[in-house]
């Protein structure tokens, strides 16, 4: 057989798949912009049973070519997230998992969980007691959140899994993004990456959009600052559903995850509500841009209630772009 075509095969074979599966809604928290609509989403849409789960698993051929993510809900409440999570490393699958870190303030929870999952995505949405009850209705919930991703971390420098943060650009949250960051900083030792994520409006963020929606273009200087003490601090910052175009200085393109390549199933019961929204990131005007095709553009529910005028298609070339960093960057957009 050709060398080339036998290639080609053992490429498409090993291809790594992902897959996507929301348990359920159920929380230990009821935060106010929240997609799944918190505690109510939780009672009317239901959870998952271990059999659905593992039927999933079965029926997608889960193996070592494929990731499984989690998210919710809150995973880590369910009474049989281990042996969820035992019947997928069985297949020898990688396991990533979102998660506010609760449920790992107790130190023998957080060991087996740690056991099994591969990457952790985990949300420090405050830097105070208050601050994190406002948002999350659960105020007792700091420390043991605080605690929780003490001990990851700790588990961390002694297992085999990787740690990101991520922080959430709300309008309670919006003025407050360096402070966030610094206590991260003081806190915790260095995620591999700290996210600061944009809000989507749906679900509990679009029942509360007043208390919680705030346009990026007026969040962008906090944003911007938010980066610059992170990168005094030695923080790998990556700015999720936060195009470059709502940045006055090319310097904080670079910060902007652009599309992934990784494409993954949905797993998930959504609301009739959530499924007829549009499902669409970019402005017309987006065509224009150096950046289309690759920027992961608006959440669709932000774009749906905000519209496309903040975004400002940019026409300078990337050598141009980063030409103003004087030849250091490394990032994925460098074309140096
Ligand atoms: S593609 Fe659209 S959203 Fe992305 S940077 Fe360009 S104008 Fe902004």
Redo the contacts with the bound molecule.
């Keep these: 057989m050709n060398s080339m075509l036998q290639m080609t095969k053992i490429l498409k074979k090993e291809k790594t798949r992902s897959i996507q599966i929301t348990p359920g809604y159920s929380c230990n928290n009821d935060c106010i912009f929240c997609v799944t609509r918190g505690q109510d989403g939780a009672k009317m849409m239901g959870d998952m049973t271990t059999q659905q789960i593992k039927d999933i698993i079965r029926r997608k051929s889960v193996d070592v070519n494929t990731n499984v993510g989690f998210d919710g809900g809150e995973p880590t409440v369910r009474h049989d997230i281990i042996e969820i999570l035992k019947f997928i490393k069985e297949r020898k699958a990688r396991i990533k998992m979102l998660t506010n870190g609760i449920r790992c303030c107790d130190p023998d929870f957080a060991s087996t969980l740690t056991d099994y999952v591969d990457h952790l995505y985990v949300t420090v949405y405050a830097h105070t007691p208050e601050l994190y009850g406002y948002l999350t209705r659960r105020k007792q919930n700091f420390d043991k959140m605080v605690t929780g991703v003490k001990n990851l971390f700790k588990l961390s420098q002694k297992k085999n899994f990787s740690i990101d943060l991520k922080i959430l650009v709300c309008k309670p949250t919006a003025p407050k993004l360096p402070e966030i960051v610094k206590f991260i900083s003081e806190e915790f030792p260095r995620p591999r990456r700290l996210c600061i994520h944009g809000l989507t409006i749906a679900g509990n963020s679009e029942k509360n959009k007043d208390e919680v929606g705030i346009r990026l273009k007026e969040a962008a200087p906090s944003i911007k600052e938010a980066i610059n003490l992170g990168l005094e601090m030695g923080q790998n910052v990556t700015l999720r559903y936060i195009?470059?175009?709502?940045f006055d200085d090319p310097f904080y393109y670079d910060f902007?995850e652009m599309d992934s390549t990784e494409r993954s199933i949905n797993m998930v019961k959504m609301s009739r509500e959530y499924m007829k929204k549009p499902q669409e990131?970019?402005?017309p005007?987006?065509g224009?841009?150096?950046?289309?095709?690759r920027?992961?553009?608006?959440w669709p529910g932000y774009a749906n209630e905000y519209g496309?005028d903040e975004?400002?298609?940019?026409k300078t070339f990337q050598s141009e772009i980063f030409s103003s960093h004087n030849g250091s960057c490394c990032s994925s957009l460098c074309t140096g």
């Design positions: 195009p470059p175009c709502i902007c990131s970019y402005g005007q987006c224009e841009c150096r950046f289309h095709g920027c992961v553009g608006l496309y975004l400002t298609p940019i």
